[in-house]
């Protein structure tokens, strides 16, 4: 019997990846099994029909199916930097929606221009700006995280997104006047963490906090 937890996940997918940097911080063995998006498992559509990936599946035979959600899991097995924050409020949400709800569309319309017409390359790429890319420049200038000294969730929920966005068209990113906003996508990119739960045949020996050197994110900043 798998006594680990088993992930279903896409590697550059970017629900996946956050999904995946959090088990690995929080120290969470789990069994990934990389999946083809155009061909998923049966045993995943079994467990979470709506098909999307990440879904972990505890060994007590959990389903959870939002990324999001496998984030909190994972946290609330262990958070030694806790991400999760001081008190109840969780301060994230606001981050948390602006990405998932708002920005997440108008990067799909500007990674896929082609697809909707209706507006130039240029004009996605402007809204995408706008919404959420202008307000964390300005939240970084104030702050080294989003939510002040500290590394939080949103951090880490929102950088594979970043990341999807500065790479649409990187030499045009890299010459933007966001540097605050770049030096936090860089600091995450050369991260171990990231770096970890990027390789191509992840480790299934249990994680350990080697992959996760805070001291080393902080420094870079
Ligand atoms: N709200 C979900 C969204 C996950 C999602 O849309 N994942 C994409 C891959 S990046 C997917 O599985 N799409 C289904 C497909 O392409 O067939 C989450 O946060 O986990």
């Known amino acids: ?68 959600d496998i984030m909190r899991w994972a946290l609330r097995q262990s958070d030694p930097d806790n991400w999760l924050g001081p008190g109840p409020s969780d301060e994230n949400e606001p981050w948390l929606a602006l990405n998932d709800d708002t920005f997440k569309p108008l990067l799909d319309s500007y990674k896929y221009a082609g697809r909707y017409p209706e507006r130039t390359p240029i004009e996605h790429r402007r809204c995408a700006l706008a ?40 030499a045009w990113f890299d010459e933007q006047p966001l540097p605050a906003l770049q030096t936090w996508l860089h600091t995450w990119l050369s991260s171990p963490l990231f770096n970890a739960v990027m390789e191509k045949t992840p480790s299934k020996d249990p994680i350990n906090h080697d992959s996760y050197n805070p001291d080393s994110i902080k420094l870079a900043v």
């Open 131 to 170: 919404a959420m890319i202008q307000p964390m420049e300005a939240q970084l200038q104030k702050t080294p995280w989003l939510l002040g000294p500290h590394i939080s969730v949103a951090d880490v929920a929102l950088f594979p997104f970043v990341r999807q966005f500065s790479g649409v068209d990187k």
């Open 1 to 68: 019997m798998n006594r680990l937890p088993v992930l279903y996940s896409f590697r550059r997918c970017p629900y996946a990846i956050r999904a995946r940097m959090a088990l690995r911080y929080a120290g969470v063995p789990v069994d990934i099994h990389e999946v083809a998006l155009r061909q998923k498992p049966a045993a995943l559509l079994t467990a979470s029909p709506k098909g999307t990936v990440p879904v972990l599946i505890t060994p007590q035979g959990e389903v959870i199916d939002q990324s999001l």
